[in-house]
Antibody, heavy 121, light 107 residues
Framework: EVQLLASGGGLVQPGGSLRLTCTAS????????MSWVRQAPGKGLEWISA????????YYADSVKGRFTISRDNSKDTLSLQMDSLRADDTAIYYC??????????????WGLGTLVTVSS | EIVLTQSPGTLSLSPGERATLSCRAS???????LAWYQQKPGQAPRLLIY???SRATGIPDRFSGSGSGTDFTLTIDRLEPEDFAVYYC????????FGQGTKVEIK
């Protein structure tokens, strides 16, 4: 059974940093691209970052480019998102869906529970 | 970046009725790389449809997808109580931006 568990969320002040982790199980993690998708309270889904299976290529939405860094450790089946220079509009639930392939094109075939990030003073 | 426009914003229907949801893209989506997701309150999204018309594993056959180019449709035949949710479309070729969602609510 595929399981994806995002963790590391919490309350952080504007300008601060936070590191999210996604722990995967139930599939060959290294063979699939992974992404981060967020959802602000009461809003829709926003894709923000992706990384291919090998970790060699990464992608970012303009809204987070230069502030967030995606990475993965295929030896530990974990995905990470380092978030710096956080702003109030980064407040959201962050999900780490699994891609259907190792690189583009892929859809998100499994989603796990997300983790809530709140940016507020 | 492809912009997706979903309509209507909200669809009010009764159980047993058919729901027809539209997803229109600002430019052609190549190879029908279009997916649909369902999200219920307090839950993570779930994949329903990929490749415009292929049902994901475990998805009931009352859900069907169609369309190509810039116009895509998700149809839910005979709405069940558990189908009332928000539905998102998303291209997955060169773009990953989600549509704004259509809420299917109980009338």
């Amino acid at each position: 059974e595929v399981q994806l568990l995002a963790s590391g969320g919490g309350l952080v002040q504007p300008g601060g940093s936070l590191r999210l982790t996604c722990t995967a199980s139930g599939f060959a993690f290294r063979n699939f691209a992974m992404s981060w998708v967020r959802q602000a309270p009461g809003k829709g889904l926003e894709w923000i970052s992706a990384i291919i299976g090998s970790g060699g290529d990464t992608y970012y939405a303009d809204s987070v480019k230069g502030r967030f860094t995606i990475s993965r450790d295929n030896s530990k089946d974990t995905l990470s998102l380092q978030m710096d220079s956080l702003r109030a509009d980064d407040t959201a639930i962050y999900y780490c869906p699994k891609g259907s392939e190792t690189s583009r094109p892929y859809y998100f075939d499994y989603w796990g529970l997300g983790t809530l990030v709140t940016v507020s003073s | 970046e492809i912009v997706l426009t979903q309509s209507p914003g909200t669809l009010s229907l009764s159980p047993g009725e058919r729901a027809t949801l539209s997803c229109r893209a600002s430019e052609t989506i190549r190879n029908n790389y279009l997916a649909w997701y369902q999200q219920k309150p307090g839950q993570a999204p779930r994949l329903l449809i990929y490749g415009s018309s292929s049902r994901a594993t475990g998805i009931p056959d009352r859900f069907s997808g169609s369309g190509s180019g810039t116009d895509f449709t998700l149809t839910i035949d005979r709405l069940e109580p558990e189908d009332f949710a928000v539905y998102y479309c998303q291209p997955y070729g060169s773009s990953r931006t989600f549509g704004q969602g259509t809420k299917v609510e109980i009338k």
